[in-house]
C-alpha cells in the first residue's frame, strides 16, 4: 500500500471508530479543509515575508504551523477517500495542466 | 523514495524551473493554500449534503472537485517542502493528539 | 434606515427576485464567505508587502480587488440578514471584547 | 458620517492606539478576512442546513457565531479603509454587475 492510502486508512479508522461518517459529506469536509486552512493562514498573518521563513521561526512556532499543515492534511485526504479520488493521480493530472499554462 | 517525497520533488523542480522560490515564501504558500481551499469549498456551496456525495455529482463536477483538490494539495506538499516538515509523520502526530481529544 | 440597512434590503430583494432564499441557508452563506475570501486573500498572494499597498496598486487590480471585498461584504450582509444579526452592534461588541484582550 | 464610516473610524481608532498601522498592509489584512472566514465556516461544518437555521441554533451557538461575523467584518471595514475604498459604492456597483449575469 502506498505512504498516501496507509494514511488515508488510517484516517478511514480514525473516523469510523467514532461513527463519524455521517457527518463527513464531501459539502462537511470542504467546510472542514477551508477552516483549516484559515487556521493555518492565521499562523502567518502578522509575519513578514522574512521572518516566515523554516531560519525565521522559533521551534514552537514552527511546530504550531505543523499542526495546522496536518490538520487541513488530514481533511484533504479523507475527502479524497470519500470520493474516491487518487491524491496522486490528481496532483500529476493538475502538473500538466500547470505546464501548459506557465 | 517515497510517494510524498516523490511528489514534493516533482512539485519542486516545476517550481526551481520557473524561478519560483522569491515568491514561495511560506507566508505566500499559506495564502495560496487558503486561496485553493476557498475555490474548493465553492464548488460546494450551493450543492445539499445529498447532492455532493460521490454518487450524486457528474463526472465534469467531480473533475472540477479533482481539480481544486489537487491545487490545495500541489500548495501543501510546497509548503511542506520550504519548511522542511515531514508531512506523514505530522499527520501521524496529530491524530495521535486527536485520539486523546475525542 | 441605516446604510448597512439598505444595502441589506437592496441584497434581499436582489436574492428574493431570482428565488434564492432556498440557497441562502447559514451554513451555505458561511460557505460563500469563506469562497470569496479566498478569492481575496488570492489577490494578494504574490505580492510584497509594499506591493499591496494602496499607492502601488494598478487602477485594474485595485478594481478587482475592489470586486473581491463587495463580494465578502454582500454574502456577509446577507447572512447578517437571515441570521437577523445586527451587523454595526455585533462588530461595537467585539471591539469591546479585544479592547479588555489587547 | 454615514454608519460604515463611523465603524471604520473606530476600527482605525483602535488599530492606530495600538501602533498596528505596521502590521495592517492590505496583504496582511487580506490573511486576517480569510482566516476569520475559515473560522465562522468552522461554527456551521458540522451543523446541517436545518440546524444552521437562525430558529434552530441555541442563543450560546448564535453569540459565538455573531463574533466571527464582527471579526470578519472589522477586518473588511479595516481594509477599505486602509485601500481607501468606499464599502457602500463597491457593494452597489457589483450588484449591477451581477444584475447582468444572473
Known amino acids: 500500500m502506498s505512504e498516501i492510502e496507509a ?20 459539502k462537511n469536509l ?23 521563513m523554516k531560519g525565521s521561526l522559533s521551534s514552537e512556532k514552527l511546530s504550531d504551523i505543523e499542526m495546522e499543515i496536518a490538520d487541513v492534511a488530514i481533511y484533504l ?10 491524491l496522486a493521480d490528481v496532483m500529476r493530472k493538475k502538473m500538466v495542466i500547470n505546464e501548459s499554462r506557465f
Chains 1, 2, 3, 4 share one sequence.
Open 77 to 86: 485526504f479523507r475527502l479524497t477517500d470519500v470520493l474516491g479520488v487518487d
Open 30 to 52: 470542504s467546510m472542514a479543509i477551508a477552516g483549516e486552512a484559515g487556521e493555518l493562514v492565521s499562523e502567518f498573518q502578522w509575519l513578514t515575508a522574512q521572518e516566515s
Open 7 to 26: 494514511l488515508k486508512s488510517e484516517i478511514r479508522a480514525f473516523a469510523d471508530a467514532r461513527k463519524w461518517e455521517i457527518f463527513h459529506t464531501p
